[in-house]
Structures are given as structure tokens and as C-alpha cells.
């Protein structure tokens, strides 16, 4: 695997992955890999409907999964207009921070992150977009690339993040790329979320670039 920083912005990414993915219902690896690059880049006001199409385009039964309370999405429109505003204020002045995971010039997942206190703190998020791409490796290999840009960009000394509690995907993922336990808690993680039972996470620092295949 090779890693290659892009600016101080943007990470690269040779990604093995399974041609037949790890689907969430299977749990089953096949054991071909394929490769695939994939990116980790701070958003444009071009991708910020990469998020909005995605929680509302989701189900009833997956927003359930992510503790988000669909009443609570604003609409389309305003919306984007608030991503557009964040972008063009200068970084230090955002108070929330959109990164896109795009593999072959095609957005698979994204971050954000918010709660942000300029050279201390933030909490991260983290999604795959398309359910079928899910448990190939994805999330491991952009949360690693994407914590180590929040934590550069934003001066961090520690990044949260903070799951739904029974929502499996995330809590292991974090794990795998280093994040400690901190506690189980109920509360209402954020403006989208109603009150639930969360898993609270935290790095205290940048992950290490990687080395070796994501699938050893
Ligand atoms: C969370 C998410 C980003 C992880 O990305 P991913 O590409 O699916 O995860 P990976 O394939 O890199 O797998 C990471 C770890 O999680 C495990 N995992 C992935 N999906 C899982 C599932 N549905 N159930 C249990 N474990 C799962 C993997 O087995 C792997 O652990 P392992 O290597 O010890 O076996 C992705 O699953 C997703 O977008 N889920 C829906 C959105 C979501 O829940 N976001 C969290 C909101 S805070």
C-alpha cells in the first residue's frame, strides 16, 4: 500500500479491497482482492450535495440506524445554502468541516466534523454513501486519512467521535483505526439526532500513515 499527501489537504490512497466485499447482511470475505485509489480531500461547494442526497435519500430504517430523527433534516435547499456560506469563510472561522472519500473520481463516502474548537477539539462523523460498498475496507482506510487531516487542519490535540451505541459498523471501525473507549452515555448527539444511547470515542493524535495492507 502506498500513501501520498496531495497539499495539506488532500491524501491518496492504494486501497486492497475485496471484489466481493464483506456485505453488512454476509459478513463473509471472499478472498479476491481488487485495488482501487481512493482520495480524501477537504469538500468544494460542488460536493456538498453528496450529504444532503444521502440523508435524504435514505431510508426510514437506516436514518433509525443512525440515531437521526428525519423530521429534524432541514430542506434541500437551505441546507446547501449553509454548507456554501461555511466554505467561504476562511477555515479557523468554520464551524463545521466537510471532507469527501471519492475512489475513481466518484464520491463513496464522506466526513464531517463539528463541535469544533480550533487547535483543542472536534467530533468527527463518517459514512460510506452507497450501502453496497459498505464493509470493504472503505471506512478503515478514509477515517484513518481523514482523522489525520482534521487533526493537521484544525490544530486538534484529541477527536471525538460518537456513534449510536448500537449501530456496530462505526464502533468497530473506529477501533481499528485506534480510537479508545471513553464511554457509553445517553444524550442527543446532535442538531440531526434524537435522544439515544452513544458510544464515545477518542484519538489523541494523528493516526500513523499506513504501511501494510488494510486487510492484514
Ligand atoms: C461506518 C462505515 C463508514 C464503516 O465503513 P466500512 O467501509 O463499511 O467499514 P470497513 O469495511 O472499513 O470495516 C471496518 C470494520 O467494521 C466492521 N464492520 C463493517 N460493517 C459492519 C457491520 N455492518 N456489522 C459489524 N461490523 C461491521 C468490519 O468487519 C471491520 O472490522 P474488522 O476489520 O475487525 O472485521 C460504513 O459502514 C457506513 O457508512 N455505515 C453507515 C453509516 C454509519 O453508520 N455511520 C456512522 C454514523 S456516526
Not at 454548507?83 to 467561504?88: H, K, T, V
Not at 450501502?131 to 484513518?144: E, Y
Amino acid at each position: 500500500m502506498a500513501t501520498y499527501t496531495i497539499g495539506s489537504t488532500a491524501v491518496y490512497v492504494m486501497l486492497s479491497v475485496l471484489s466481493c466485499g464483506r456485505r453488512n447482511q454476509g459478513r463473509v470475505r471472499s478472498g479476491q482482492t481488487g485495488r482501487m485509489v481512493l482520495l480524501v480531500r477537504e469538500m468544494t461547494a460542488e460536493d456538498v450535495d453528496v450529504i444532503i442526497d444521502y440523508f435524504h435519500g435514505s431510508s426510514a430504517e437506516h436514518l433509525e440506524l443512525l440515531g437521526v430523527d428525519p423530521t429534524r433534516l432541514p430542506d434541500r435547499a437551505r441546507w446547501r445554502e449553509r454548507y456554501l456560506r461555511e466554505l467561504q469563510l476562511p477555515v479557523p472561522e468554520r464551524s463545521v468541516a466537510l471532507v469527501l472519500w471519492e475512489s475513481d473520481g466518484q464520491p463513496v463516502g464522506f466526513s464531517t466534523a463539528d463541535k469544533i474548537q480550533l487547535g483543542v477539539q472536534a467530533h468527527m462523523h463518517l459514512h460510506v454513501v452507497d450501502p453496497l460498498r459498505r464493509g470493504d475496507g472503505i471506512g478503515i482506510s478514509s477515517v484513518r486519512q481523514t482523522a489525520a487531516l482534521y487533526f493537521r487542519t484544525l490544530s486538534l490535540q484529541r477527536l471525538f467521535c460518537e456513534p449510536n451505541a448500537f449501530n456496530a459498523a462505526p464502533n468497530r471501525t473506529l477501533q481499528r483505526v485506534g480510537f479508545r473507549y471513553v464511554k457509553t452515555h445517553r444524550t442527543v448527539p446532535g442538531p440531526l439526532n434524537y435522544h439515544q444511547a452513544v458510544t464515545r470515542w477518542v484519538l489523541d493524535q494523528a493516526p500513523q500513515p499506513q504501511t501494510g495492507s488494510i486487510l492484514g
